[in-house]
């Protein structure tokens, strides 16, 4: 069995004491531990320097063979001190606390509200159209809202049931249509406006009302205008905003205010006509209700009415948001659930 010299000895220690030392290293956790492992390892009375107090039993020439040993031993673990050193402060300089290696939080990203969205393209094909935009109050007179739009008194529409009253005269506009003769009674003709605005009715929050939303009204009085510029308006805006495939349908309706009056179906745009649950079967969806401004409401407005004529519609912007977006309650537009709002940009 070979004896094993001091010398031998001493350099299996340094070796062990270099290996302890790297791991050490490896494993410190951050400036001040390691500062900590350099005296412990290699300060004045460290460790180090507790091996090299034997030197003294070596012979003169053992002794710079283990001198030289525990130099590159220094050296070693000194240079690995110094690379963790600096990757610590390179750290620090990043800022407290910072990971760079993190993966990045999203930003938060906003959307414009699917009736927003559907209002301005709309307002943008009208202008294409030679439509001014304007906006009008919510608030509103019993006189505005119903009589000079034509409302015989007591008619139904102005029942309690219906109607926001703030006192008998005022309340919260229950359609777009009193801007006619707002408009009207400010400027004079030609006139080509859209109205997009709030209104309110005294209806149930369920999946297909609510008591307040969004209308559209249009309006276009000159000398010489006719249901077939209606007619073509109309159609042009269906075919702009719904796709060139579009199809309009013109039925005869009712308002107190036009005469004849009309309502505007479009082809369904989820099963192209063929009839799905969207559109009850009947491959038609309606989009407005519209006419020719009735001579009373001219007369009302102080416009001759043996001069002017002119047309008049009124759409549901939320409702067109459904038909395009497939959204089945109305309920999920009003409730301001971000997860919802924040798909449409
Ligand atoms: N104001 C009507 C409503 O709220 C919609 C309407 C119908 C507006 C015919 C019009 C029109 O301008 O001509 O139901």
Redesign the pocket.
């Known amino acids: 069995m070979p004896t094993t010299t001091v010398t031998d000895e001493l350099i299996a220690q340094l070796r062990a004491l270099e290996a302890q030392g790297a791991e050490a290293v490896g494993a410190a956790g951050g400036a001040e531990p390691l500062e900590a492992l350099r005296t412990e390892y290699l300060g004045r009375k460290g460790r180090l320097t507790g091996i090299l107090r034997r030197l003294g039993e070596l012979s003169a020439e053992e002794r710079p063979v283990v001198g030289a040993e525990a130099n590159r031993v220094k050296e070693a673990l000194s240079a690995l001190l110094d690379e963790r050193a600096a990757s610590f402060a390179a750290a620090a300089d990043a800022g407290p606390g910072i990971d760079l290696s993190l993966p990045g939080r999203g930003r938060w990203k906003g959307g414009v509200h699917p009736v927003t969205l559907v209002i301005d393209e709309i307002c943008e094909i009208f202008r294409d159209l030679g439509f001014n935009r304007i906006a009008g109050p919510e608030l509103e007179t019993q006189e505005y809202n119903f009589s000079k739009l034509n409302f015989p008194p007591n008619h139904p529409a102005t029942d309690m049931h219906d109607t926001f009253y703030v006192t008998d005269e005022v309340l919260l506009r229950?359609?777009?249509?009193p801007m006619?003769a707002r408009v009207m009674e400010q400027f004079a003709p030609p006139v080509r406006v859209v109205v997009p605005g709030t209104?309110y009715r005294r209806d149930p929050f369920d999946a297909s009302h609510a008591p307040a939303f969004e209308?559209i009204?249009?309006?276009a009085v000159d000398e010489g205008i006719t249901f077939a510029d209606f007619k073509a308006t109309i159609s042009t805006f269906v075919r702009r905003f719904f796709g060139a495939d579009a199809k309009t349908r013109f039925r005869p309706s009712f308002?107190p205010?036009?005469e004849p009056?009309a309502e505007v179906d479009v082809s369904c745009q989820l099963c192209g006509g063929s009839g799905c649950s969207a559109c009850k079967g009947t491959g038609w969806m309606e989009i407005?209700?519209?006419?020719m401004v009735h001579p009373n409401v001219f007369a009302a407005a102080g416009y001759d009415p043996e001069r002017y004529t002119g047309?008049?519609?009124?759409m549901g912007p939320g409702r067109i948001a459904m038909q395009r977006y497939g959204v089945p309650d109305i309920r999920l537009l009003y409730e301001s659930d971000v997860r919802f709002l924040g798909q449409f940009t």
């Open positions: 229950t359609h777009t249509s006619q209104v209308q009204e249009g309006l308002f205010f036009t009056s407005m209700g519209a006419g047309y008049a519609f009124g």
